[in-house]
């Protein structure tokens, strides 16, 4: 006898699942790159640090209260459509954003029958830099413009083949050419770069041999090389920090990502309320929606690595054009989608804080949000110094590892999300049913802090891709149980209010918060930063499991399981949007 398959798909679920893949597809390309994108515009780590510092408090503020507004005027999906437009029209924006003034100035002079020009003191070049530029067999062009005065004149007019600037009406207080550089005579000498000069071109001529003359000529010029790290080595923002932080290219940028990261952060949280109102007493089938984010997320953000690679090539700089306008692109296409939702909000509250407010007096609530805060300083660790921990571990391996060291990136990317979060996404729900929430947020506490241990031993970065497996519990299936917990405890009418509330706790205080002492603390010990996040997250492991144990043994209602009449809706689930029927 034979057995049949039949796939029945539940269609009102199916534009919740495609806004997930477009809206992660839309905002990985550009989320993943930022903070590289701001250190091209020209702000130094200290600035980019402090926009860093500032965007999760505006999430902070920006969930609940938006939250509140939809789920006080019943407004959820005008809300959640008009800030998934906002987010593509704020990345163009920012793809746009004037560059802060930097200066690129070296030394040239030219004596011995030798022309060279090298970087001034404190433009720091490290070996494996130093090794790619003199790896490349090619010639690389620069641009000189450069101080002049009648001594270099001179040397222009008898050395140089250039008789028609022996006419001083011509010879002015700058003088211009085009260098050839070969990278391969690159040297480093009492702590700067010099890079001898090839044959040279003034402007409407041909490339001429720079003959020296036996007393030295010497003078300050700005350049610009067609080679991204050279032009790298050079590069010295023009202005110091705290003159960066008056110039309104910082105040445009800083507007435009808080506009950015507060319409992603609307989106999310309301989008998670959408997603739990329109899967109804079904709670636990949310990770079978969340995990096609983390496909488009994982696929988009390796395929926007290579295309900015391949078009960047020869540049001076990178070229993230593709990054922005993919983004914009799958952003827009999300917001057609999200249109067909087949969604109303139906719960009303009477009074949303009131109703809020009583649950965080609740002790089991009060845990709840502790979990989220810790969890989600561990998580603002990883996203902002893991990649930090891949390059200090690929450095302490050589220039070989160096070399791979962005794809090594790009594939701990690509298993994060796929090879992590979709499979527990998948899973979640089995999970969350099998042993409950509280279980699996002490679960989530215990497998982080071997995690972050783990990191703090390994000396081979390669190493680190089997450990990246385990982001699916720590993120994956965190975040599947916060966000049902938090759907499941919500007082009707106030889902997206709660939704916000516990993303911007998690966000707004547990990542902001991990961030900055994370910062402080690699800046002293560097992997081993790792290690002491991992020996926290074990004790809050501990604790928790013990809080649990003394609230069940007085019997107060504090366990994170769902309620009992909440429970009793989450029953074997014979509605599902994808089901598999024998016959």
Known sequence: MKMKMNVVINRQLVPMKAHYFLWNAGTGPVVSYLSSYARQLGFSSVVVGLVYTILPICGMIAKPVFGAIADRFHCQKKIFLVAELLTAVAFIAIYYSPEVPTERVVHFSCSDS??????????????????????????????????ANATIWNTICTNWDAQEYCDPSKQTDRLTFTAQVPPSYTQIFNGTAIFRVGNVSLPNSDFVNPICPNESISTSCNIDCTDYNINDVIGVTGVEDNVAY???QFWLFLALMIVGWVSQAVVVSIGDAI????????????????????????????????????????????????AFYMAAAFLV????????????????????????????????????????ISVGMCTGLIWQFLFWLIEDLAKAQGCEAMNTVKTLQGIVAAIQCLGGELPFFFLSGWILKKIGHVQTMSLVLLVLGIRMVLYSVIENPWWILPVEFLHGLTYGLFFACMASYASIVAPPGTEATMQGMVGAVF?????????????????????????YFGYGSLVMFVLHAGVQYLLKLKDVKA???????????IQEDDQQELTLVDS
């Not at 969340?290 to 001076?316: E, K, Y």
């Not at 057609?336 to 649950?359: C, H, M, P, T």
């Open 559 to 569: 366990m994170y399981a769902p309620p009992k009449d909440a429970l009793e809706k």
């Open 275 to 322: 997603c739990f109102e329109m899967l109804g007493d079904k709670p636990n089938r949310y990770g079978y929606q969340r995990l096609f984010g983390s496909l488009g997320w994982g696929i988009l953000a390796l395929i926007t690595g290579v295309i900015i690679d391949a078009l960047s090539q020869g540049q001076s700089q990178k070229n993230y054009v593709s």
């Open 246 to 248: 008056g110039l309104y």
């Open 333 to 372: 296409l999300d917001f057609l989608v999200s249109f067909k939702l087949e969604y109303s909000q139906k719960k009303l509250a009477a009074n949303i804080l009131r109703d809020v407010g009583r649950l965080l007096v609740d002790v089991r609530i009060i845990v709840y949000l502790i979990w989220c």
């Open 507 to 531: 966000e707004g205080l547990g990542v902001s918060l991990g961030s900055f002492c994370a910062g402080l603390a690699y800046n002293t010990y560097k992997g081993l930063t790792f290690r």
């Open 114 to 147: 030798e022309a060279v020009f090298n970087t001034y003191p404190g433009n720091t070049i490290d070996e494996c830099t130093l090794a790619e530029i003199q790896s490349k067999q090619s010639l690389e062009s620069c641009r000189l413009d450069c101080e």
